[in-house]
C-alpha cells in the first residue's frame, strides 16, 4: 500500500469510527469526524498532511499524490 491509499484509508476510517460512536455513544465524537474534514481541507490547500508525515516516517513508501 503506498502513503496515498494509507492516508485516505485512515482518513476514512476515523472518520466511520467517528460517526459510529456519535450514533451509539455521544454526539460530542461527531467533533472527531470534523476534525478529520478540516485536516483534509487543510492538506488540500496547503499540501501538507500531518498524516502523511507520520505514516512516512514508519516507512510507507510514497504515492504520486504526497512526495
Known amino acids: 500500500m503506498n502513503l496515498d491509499r494509507a492516508v485516505f484509508a485512515l482518513a476514512g476510517t476515523i472518520t466511520l469510527v467517528g460517526a459510529l460512536l456519535a450514533a451509539l455513544v455521544s ?15 487543510q492538506s488540500a490547500i496547503t499540501g501538507v498532511c500531518p498524516a502523511a508525515t507520520i505514516l512516512r516516517r514508519f516507512g510507507v513508501t510514497s504515492g504520486c499524490a504526497f512526495r
Do not use: A, D
Request: no cysteine.
Open 27 to 41: 454526539p460530542w465524537w461527531l467533533l472527531l469526524t470534523g476534525f478529520v474534514g478540516l485536516n483534509l481541507l
